[in-house]
């Protein structure tokens, strides 16, 4: 670190309690009075250096032998930065480094020690040392404007900052192998044990290939107003935005400690302990810094990884940050989805009015960002002609929205056990994703499996409709047959499965025969390549196999069939059985009733003959 020595005289301060007092030999005729702190001092010596001090104590009237009394209770940096400055006009000797330079220099502008008063004076030996020397250096430079949030409304006012700030934002913007000491050299200039070389004494150093973001870590220890200021010359100066935004990035980890949780041990982007720094910030200050950051970041797709942000929006949640930061957080989270991965998706549910376990909604919003700026990419187009030009073409551009929709189903997988989850969003989930997104609908399939097993009190009306967002002709095979044999799924989607199943396997035996008509043929095939007998007999096999498959398939649908016409007849006669019971029943009660009557009138006769 810079510094200069000031003064010539051995330090004849000293101090007990809250009192200063110089050991001279000679009695005090003054009393200065810096906040708690008294200094017990002499006014020749700071008469001739200070001009407001020389104010003071000429307005003052003589207060006998006990001398005058002055209160300087605005002095920038209180009792410490007059503590040096009055060293200074005792000569007294003392260092003066990047680390007090800022706000000694704020103080000798509130005591007025300028040249007027005095050649060579406080004024104009720390305005050379800021000049000559901290400016010139990195690091430097960084502990001066750290020391800058002490004085702040002073250094601005003097343009301290903005000449730190400026330097600071120049040599970030310019090669850092351009500035610093030594001069990283190459070839001749490199000693055998590695080290640099200047002038040909070997350094020690060793030499240090720096990337462009090697100023991060050094900015991110700034304050938040003094980052904001540098963030925003910087930008300036034309600083890219993926360098801005990497740097904002890192200072987020720095200060929010909800960042880092998920972070590796190993991560090299951390090379700081974020506990001791965060530890410092309290809810409401971390709120406010993150709030701050959204504002900070470039809203632009990719400049920041998708796990800061949806860091950024679970910590956004925890501390209840305004509803606009969390907006901007999930339309950023929006914009580039696709780069998202299943569990960053996974935000519990703080909210105690929902009672589901994944905050769904907040995904469902999400999503929504993304297929709106994904159509808008296709200018408005419909789904069907994107499906007809761009899906079979195979162009990239339906590759974002491809990995988005398997993510989605992937999510919907995740959450389909939890019972609270209503139909209605699930659905909502599914459909969000357009019909030409999903290549296949296994992953689909999947999840309404899932969401059916979880949820075995659903109606059929509502199984029916849940898997009527699945379209049976995009499962694979293998997913046709798991579906075949689904005892949740409803009557109607079974059928429907093993009929799209059936049309797939003939389809694929058609292709197989044609190709083997071409074989036997002895035609080449369009690519001209001769097909080998080995070859011939593998697709044989191949058919026959399909062959089977399919009449399996016949045989499964005929008594699938049987079985439902042999319960409709089944129910057919137990209805007519419990009828005819019911009649029979019926007429034996009354035949009981009419022969009791009978009985009863030839009673009443034989009785009436007696």
Same mark, same amino acid.
């Given at each position: ?120 004076? !406080? ?50 913007? &310019? ?30 150093? $060793? ?23 540098? /963030? ?15 740097? /904002? ?43 701050? /950051? ?6 632009? $797709? ?16 925890? !501390? ?78 339906? &590759?974002?929205? &491809? ?17 609270? !989850? ?30 059916? $097993? ?36 409803? !009557? ?73 016409? $042999? ?44």
């Amino acid at each position: 670190m810079a510094c200069m020595k000031l003064g010539s005289k051995a330090d004849a301060f000293r101090r007990e309690g809250n009192s200063w007092f110089c050991t001279t030999g000679l009695p005090s005729d003054i009393t200065i009075e810096v906040g708690e702190v008294l200094f017990h001092l002499h006014k020749f010596p700071l008469l001739s250096k200070s001009g407001l001090l020389e104010k003071l104590i000429r307005e003052k009237p003589e207060e006998g032998e006990e001398g005058c009394s002055v209160n300087l209770t605005d002095i920038p940096f209180g009792p410490k930065a007059f503590e040096l400055a009055a060293k200074f006009c005792y000569n007294i000797k003392f260092e003066l480094t990047a680390s007090n330079v800022v706000y000694l220099r704020c103080a000798a502008d509130y005591l007025e020690m300028t040249e007027e008063i005095s050649e060579g004076n !406080l004024v104009s030996q720390s305005d050379d040392f800021l000049n000559r020397y901290v400016l010139r250096g990195w690091k430097d430079t960084i502990r001066a404007l750290q020391t800058c949030d002490d004085v702040l409304p002073r250094a601005e006012e003097l343009q301290i900052v903005k000449r730190l700030i400026e330097s600071l934002a120049r040599k970030a913007s &310019t090669d850092p192998n351009m500035f610093g000491w030594p001069i990283m050299q190459i070839g001749p200039s490199q000693s055998p044990g590695g080290s640099v070389l200047w002038n040909g004494i070997s350094t020690g150093a $060793k030499p240090i290939n720096r990337s462009s973001d090697w100023w991060y870590e050094d900015v991110s220890s700034l304050s938040l107003p003094l980052y904001k200021k540098l /963030i925003s010359v910087m930008e300036s100066r034309g600083v890219t935005q993926e360098l801005i935004a990497g740097s /904002i990035s890192f200072y987020a980890k720095r200060h929010l400690p909800g960042l880092n949780r998920r972070e590796s041990v190993s991560d090299t982007s951390c090379r700081f302990d974020s506990k001791v720094l965060a530890s410092s910030l309290s809810e409401e200050e971390q709120k406010h810094l993150l709030e701050e /950051i959204d504002q900070l970041l470039p809203f632009q $797709k990719g400049l920041a990884s998708s796990r800061i942000l949806f860091g950024l929006l679970r910590t956004a949640i925890i !501390l209840r940050a305004s509803e606009k930061c969390l907006s901007n957080l999930e339309r950023r989270i929006g914009m580039q989805l696709d780069q998202a991965a299943l569990e960053d998706l996974l935000i519990p549910n703080i909210s105690e009015a929902v009672e589901t376990l994944y905050d769904v909604d907040r995904v469902q919003r999400i999503l929504d960002h993304f297929v709106a700026m994904d159509q808008d990419n296709f200018g408005g187009a419909s789904p069907a002609l994107v499906e007809d030009e761009q899906l079979i073409l195979g162009s990239p551009s339906l &590759t974002p929205i &491809t990995t988005v929709a398997k993510l989605i189903d992937n999510y919907l997988a995740e959450v389909a056990p939890d019972v609270n !989850l209503k139909l209605s969003k699930f659905q909502s989930l599914i459909t969000a994703v357009p019909d030409y997104a999903r290549p296949l609908d296994d992953g689909l399939y999947r999840a309404i499996d899932i969401y059916l $097993k979880a949820h075995p009190w659903l109606q059929e009306s509502e199984r029916e409709e849940l898997c009527r967002l699945m379209d049976c002709q995009k499962l694979s095979l293998e997913a046709c047959t798991h579906a075949a044999q689904n005892e949740r799924l409803p !009557l109607r989607a079974v059928v429907q499965v093993l009929f799209f199943e059936q049309l797939h396997l003939r389809s694929s035996i058609a292709g197989c025969l044609l190709m083997s008509d071409n074989l036997d043929g002895s035609r080449p095939l369009q690519s001209g390549v001769q097909v080998s007998n080995r070859e011939h007999q593998v697709l044989k096999l191949g058919m026959d196999s399909m062959r089977n498959r399919v009449s399996e398939l016949e045989k499964e649908c005929s008594s699938l069939r049987e079985d439902i016409e $042999k319960l409709g007849r089944e129910k057919k006669k137990l209805g007519f059985r419990i009828i005819k019971s019911q009649i029979c029943s019926s007429n034996d009660g009354l035949a009981s009733k009419e022969r009791l009557a009978s009985e009863e009138v030839e009673k009443q006769k034989h009785l009436k003959q007696k």
